[in-house]
């Protein structure tokens, strides 16, 4: 119990709640839009870092899991007509078991050589959702305006997948805070710091590293259904769009890799930026170029992220910063 | 397809194979010397693609002439490239280059994107075909394919039989040792990421002298360049070239027997297998 008085879970809670109520209160549509933006990226980055932070794996085409996800609720959605709760959980479903299927053959594979073959599975299934005709080939899947109507009308369906993924994003703070106070979440960063010392301490490695790949790729397959369902339509580009899921590795990174709190922060503080950048006149045309040599600029000399470099700094908020 | 069809095709996939091939050869070159997975490379495919255009439109100059200048400039690029964003973390963790050069490829594809936007260009330079018995070639890819295979013997003879290149084998071979032996070894880094850079920007520069082309494209040479590198053998510049002749001629061949949406699908489930089965590539030691 003592686990639920540590105030940086609170803090981190009390931060994602406050930005999820903002649009609630007003009843403000473009407030909502924003912040599921930045709610989605909450979800996203805080589970890519149980498999990044704490178990030291590299990602990068973690996307897949957000577009697999995407396609299989949106053609229960459209096909059999199953509601939107149903279709959340089999797009969480089939992406835990793409990554279970996955990570025993590709987790064996180590530093580079795993980050390549995350960017090749994405790419594979990009390509190979492009001809698959159940799943509307180049085009997509599209939905119709009357799946809608069960929901009250779009407009109520529109607050509905808001109030999920709110949801979702607090759900994701617990899970990560719980991993990392596990004897779990103690064997994944045994993993990160020396993966045969901690085989040879009693870890096993295989399973635990196939469990991390799995807890991070459920909810993104849950939060792709939110979104295409939201957007009305789904694309091979869009689905398994590579930038995308390196963005997400950004804000990791940004926020502090390993840490409950980064990656939060570095999902809003990303978003926050992107916003502001794409509207700013000055730097609405090479938005891309500023976040490049930002990002470049945290890689170069706060490696750690944000909430590392304050732990790594004062050694006092470490207790309280999970 | 009849016959002559097919030995077209394959005669096609043969020649813009040794284009993906030297390519390639840049990524696995860094590879080899620095353990570094250059997320990069495709935006200087794409500069060197612009590097001809601009030569040729602006200035009117014969584009496998101003090869040689976006060489000598991709050459440059990468000295640069290397000493600000990659010398400070090219002992750090994957993530910390992977992320470091990603970011190096933000700033030039958002740069080019402003200053080019999207839109497809042409480099409108043609050499007429070449017609050999059942075969019909464009002259464009039968000397782009000489230049690369001229630019491959160069490198060959660069690294094997002058003294620098001796310096850029040692320290991709021992960098520790290297630098025991009183090799500068940061030039040396910074210089083959120069070289791996070069040859990007020579095989961009090669590929818009027959593909129509945007500041995006860079990115599909990029994940084809993975493709051939881990076909080859991670930092095996040899087995890069074989790569790139093995992708050209699948690419070739495929469309044959399959629609041509399905040989990315087939591309990258080999490039995952090979991954699993044979990691140093296939002509790699096994370990």
């Not at chain 1, 007509?81 to 053959?105: E, Q, R």
């Not at chain 2, 599909?220 to 001629?249: C, Q, R, T």
């Amino acid at each position: 119990m003592k686990n639920w008085l540590n105030p940086g879970l609170w803090f981190t809670l009390l931060l994602i709640a406050l930005l999820g109520i903002w649009p609630i209160l007003g009843q403000n549509a473009a407030a909502r839009e924003v912040i599921f933006t930045v709610l989605l990226s909450v979800v996203f980055a805080s589970s890519l870092n149980i498999l990044l932070g704490y178990t030291g794996y590299v990602s990068f085409g973690h996307i897949v899991f957000y577009g697999l996800g995407g396609y299989i609720g949106m053609f229960l959605i459209e096909r059999y007509n199953v509601s939107l709760w149903i279709a959340t959980l089999a797009g969480g479903a089939a992406a835990a078991l793409l990554a279970f299927l996955l990570g025993k053959a590709i987790l064996r594979l180590r530093g580079a050589y795993f980050a390549l073959a995350t960017i090749g599975i994405n790419e594979a299934m990009r390509a190979f959702v492009n001809n698959f005709a159940p799943f509307g080939g180049p085009t997509g899947i599209e939905l119709k305006f009357q799946v809608y109507k069960a929901y009250g009308g779009a407009a109520q369906a529109l607050w509905l997948t808001y109030y999920t993924i709110f949801a979702l994003a607090i759900l994701v703070v617990l899970v990560s805070f719980f991993i990392k106070q596990s004897k779990f979440g103690l064997s994944l960063m045994a993993i990160r710091e020396d993966e045969d010392t901690a085989e040879v301490m009693g870890v096993v490695t295989p399973n635990a590293k196939t469990w991390a790949y799995v807890l991070s790729a459920i909810l993104p397959g849950m939060v792709g259904v939110l979104f295409f369902f939201k957007n009305g339509n789904v694309e091979p580009g869009d689905a398994f769009r590579l930038h995308f899921s390196i963005e997400n590795l950004v804000m990791v990174m940004l926020g502090g890799q390993g840490t409950v709190l980064g990656p939060v922060l570095g999902a809003v503080g990303y978003q926050r930026l992107r916003g502001f950048l794409l509207t700013n006149p000055v730097f609405k045309n090479i938005q891309l170029s500023v976040a490049g040599a930002l990002l470049l600029l945290i890689v170069l000399f706060i490696p750690a992220g944000a909430v590392g470099w304050l732990r790594n700094r004062l050694p006092r908020l470490r207790k309280v910063l999970p | 397809m009849g016959n002559s069809g097919l030995i077209t095709s394959l005669v096609d996939g043969v020649l813009i194979g040794v284009i993906y091939g030297l390519a390639a050869m840049g990524m696995t070159l860094i590879w080899g010397v620095m353990s570094v997975i250059n997320l990069a490379h495709g935006s200087v495919i794409a500069l060197g693609m612009f590097g001809i255009y601009l030569l040729f439109t602006s200035l009117g100059l014969n584009p496998y002439l101003a090869l040689i200048l976006v060489a000598i400039l991709g050459l440059l690029l990468g000295v640069i490239i290397y000493s600000i964003a990659i010398h400070r973390v090219v002992n750090a963790s994957h993530l910390s280059t992977l992320l470091a050069t990603f970011s190096v490829n933000m700033i030039v594809i958002g740069l080019g994107t402003a200053i080019f936007s999207t839109s497809p260009r042409n480099v409108n330079y043609s050499l007429g075909n070449l017609t050999l018995g059942p075969v019909t070639l464009l002259n464009a890819r039968l000397v782009a394919a000489l230049a690369a295979v001229l630019v491959t013997s160069a490198l060959y003879l660069f690294l094997y039989r002058t003294r620098l290149g001796k310096y850029v084998r040692a320290v991709a071979n021992n960098r520790a040792a290297a630098e025991l032996m009183g090799i500068p070894s940061a030039q040396i880094l910074a210089l083959s990421f120069g070289l791996g850079t070069m040859l990007a920007a020579i095989a961009g520069g090669l590929i818009a002298t027959f593909f129509p082309f945007t500041i995006l494209s860079g990115g599909v040479y990029e994940l084809k360049s993975f493709v051939i590198v881990v076909l080859g053998g991670l930092g095996n510049p040899l087995g890069a070239l074989a790569g790139g002749l093995i992708l050209g001629m699948l690419e070739s061949i495929i469309p044959i027997f399959l629609p041509n949406t399905w040989v990315p699908v087939l591309e990258f489930l080999l490039f995952v297998l090979i991954l699993l089965v044979r990691p140093s590539g296939l002509f790699g030691v096994k370990k």
